[in-house]
């Protein structure tokens, strides 16, 4: 098997396992109570906010939120912090390209009464800076834009965006769960109020994130009950979860750009290959301002879910833009705001690489990339008649 869908999730890294079993046999006493076990649990979690807080670039550990997703920490942002500054005005600004977990927390906030505002972004799925400063209105409390996204790949100027906004009053959020790991993410340097990130997409354990929220910054919780996490996530903390996190955010962030390089030779190998042996074929996203290890294409007179089923067959794991409901496929939200024609959108592919790909994995991939397409372009009517 050839695993290329490190954007969907990646294995746990051993000494993430190694560090969150002790949590589970040993240091798994309630960290709220006052006996000693429960006071070593306490500092398995104190050390693991600190780490965290430390490898963003936080000043503070209790800038750092634990929650149970990437997901959790995204709605938590999105109408955490709506709510909270409801007085102060009911506009959102966030892009058409965002994840889910933010797309349908904006349509929520505006079944709240909220007005959302969500940008285009150019064909390579890059949203202008000058843009958002233009949407402001006066009544702009909160903007979203993803540091980096899910399936292209492309970078988002969002410490332009964040330094055009200073001192302007206005949130400026970022949902980061692809980059952190993956790309150097400083939170003071990107400027940003809050930040998001999940665990399982840097080889830690899945139902485990965190929200950055800057010192001061108000945010509505959504969760009510014991008042853990400063009260602004109740309920028992997962320390193991939260320990596997911080252990795989180090080590993400150690050898972090040597990692990224060899991440991005691949890449471009296998992109290389794939659009010099295929004719209509394109990458999707920007070109250069890209996640080191994202791949993404669209493919003439390819269906991209019978290409994964192709695939499959050759033991290559891959995933499609595309969402199947009812039998009709529709692109995906992000193809259709980069303009591609539908028909190209239909063929989407993405193969995003991780630490443990070989070179050799690379060829076998692009070699059969280039005979599963050749293979349902044989098939297709067009081509048959
Ligand atoms: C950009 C982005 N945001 C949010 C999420 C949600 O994270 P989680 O799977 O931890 O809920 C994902 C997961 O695919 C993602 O790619």
Same mark, same amino acid.
């Given at each position: 098997?050839?695993?290329?869908?490190h954007?969907?999730?990646?294995?746990?890294?051993p000494?993430?396992?190694?560090?969150?079993?002790?949590?589970f +046999?040993?240091?798994?006493?309630?960290?709220?109570?006052?006996? #000693?076990?429960?006071?070593?649990?306490?500092?398995?979690l104190?050390?693991?906010?600190?780490?965290v807080?430390?490898?963003?670039?936080?000043?503070?550990?209790?800038e750092?939120?634990?929650t149970?997703?990437?997901?959790?920490?995204d709605n938590?942002?999105?109408?955490?912090?709506?709510r909270?500054?409801?007085?102060?005005?009911?506009?959102?600004?966030?892009?058409?390209?965002?994840?889910?977990?933010i797309?349908?927390a904006c349509?929520?906030?505006?079944? *709240?009464?909220?007005?959302? +505002?969500r940008?285009?972004?150019?064909?390579?799925?890059?949203?202008?800076p =000058?843009?958002?400063?233009?949407?402001?209105?006066?009544g702009?409390i909160?903007v979203?834009?993803?540091? $980096?996204?899910?399936?292209?790949?492309t970078?988002?100027?969002?410490?332009e965006?964040?330094?055009?906004l !200073?001192?302007?009053?206005i949130?400026?959020?970022?949902?980061?769960?692809?980059?952190?790991?993956?790309?150097?993410?400083?939170?003071?340097?990107?400027?940003?109020d809050a930040?998001?990130l999940s665990?399982? !997409?840097?080889?830690?354990?899945?139902?485990?994130?965190?929200?950055?929220? #800057?010192s001061?910054?108000?945010?509505?919780?959504?969760?009510?009950?014991g008042?853990q *996490? #400063?009260?602004?996530?109740?309920?028992? *903390?997962?320390v193991p979860?939260?320990?596997g996190l911080?252990?795989?955010?180090e080590?993400?962030?150690?050898? #972090?750009?040597?990692?990224?390089e060899?991440?991005r030779e691949?890449?471009?190998?296998?992109?290389?290959?794939?659009?010099?042996?295929?004719?209509?074929a394109?990458?999707?996203?920007?070109?250069e301002?890209?996640?080191?290890?994202?791949?993404?294409?669209?493919?003439?007179?390819a269906?991209?879910?019978?290409?994964?089923?192709?695939?499959?067959r !050759?033991?290559?794991?891959?995933?499609?833009?595309?969402?199947?409901?009812?039998?009709t496929?529709?692109?995906?939200?992000?193809? !259709?705001?980069?303009?591609?024609?539908?028909?190209?959108?239909?063929?989407?592919?993405?193969?995003?690489?991780?630490?443990?790909?070989t070179p *050799?994995?690379?060829?076998?991939a $692009? =070699?059969?990339?280039?005979?599963?397409v050749?293979r349902?372009?044989?098939l297709?009517?067009?081509?048959?008649?």
């Amino acid at each position: 098997m050839i695993y290329l869908d490190h954007a969907a999730t990646t294995a746990v890294a051993p000494e993430v396992v190694e560090a969150m079993l002790a949590c589970f +046999t040993q240091v798994y006493a309630n960290p709220s109570n006052v006996h #000693r076990p429960a006071l070593e649990a306490r500092r398995a979690l104190d050390r693991a906010r600190q780490s965290v807080a430390g490898n963003l670039g936080a000043r503070q550990p209790g800038e750092i939120v634990f929650t149970a997703s990437g997901t959790e920490a995204d709605n938590m942002a999105i109408l955490g912090l709506a709510r909270a500054h409801r007085e102060r005005g009911d506009h959102v600004i966030t892009t058409r390209i965002e994840h889910h977990a933010i797309l349908h927390a904006c349509d929520e906030l505006q079944r *709240e009464g909220f007005r959302i +505002t969500r940008l285009p972004v150019d064909e390579w799925g890059r949203v202008d800076p =000058q843009a958002v400063v233009e949407a402001r209105e006066p009544g702009t409390i909160l903007v979203s834009v993803m540091l $980096a996204n899910n399936e292209i790949g492309t970078l988002q100027p969002v410490e332009e965006i964040a330094s055009a906004l !200073k001192g302007s009053g206005i949130l400026v959020h970022t949902d980061a769960v692809q980059a952190v790991g993956h790309i150097p993410v400083d939170v003071e340097q990107l400027g940003v109020d809050a930040l998001s990130l999940s665990a399982h !997409k840097f080889h830690g354990p899945k139902g485990v994130g965190a929200l950055y929220l #800057r010192s001061g910054v108000r945010l509505q919780p959504l969760v009510f009950g014991g008042g853990q *996490e #400063r009260g602004l996530r109740s309920g028992t *903390e997962n320390v193991p979860g939260i320990v596997g996190l911080a252990r795989a955010l180090e080590l993400a962030c150690q050898g #972090r750009e040597e990692r990224a390089e060899r991440l991005r030779e691949l890449r471009d190998r296998l992109v290389g290959r794939i659009l010099g042996e295929l004719s209509g074929a394109r990458l999707t996203g920007h070109p250069e301002l890209r996640l080191p290890g994202t791949a993404s294409f669209v493919f003439q007179d390819a269906e991209g879910e019978s290409l994964l089923l192709q695939l499959d067959r !050759k033991g290559i794991c891959a995933s499609t833009g595309s969402a199947c409901s009812n039998a009709t496929l529709e692109p995906s939200h992000v193809l !259709k705001a980069l303009g591609l024609p539908l028909q190209l959108a239909h063929g989407s592919l993405r193969l995003t690489l991780g630490r443990e790909n070989t070179p *050799e994995e690379i060829d076998q991939a $692009a =070699q059969a990339v280039v005979e599963a397409v050749g293979r349902l372009r044989s098939l297709a009517p067009r081509a048959r008649s």
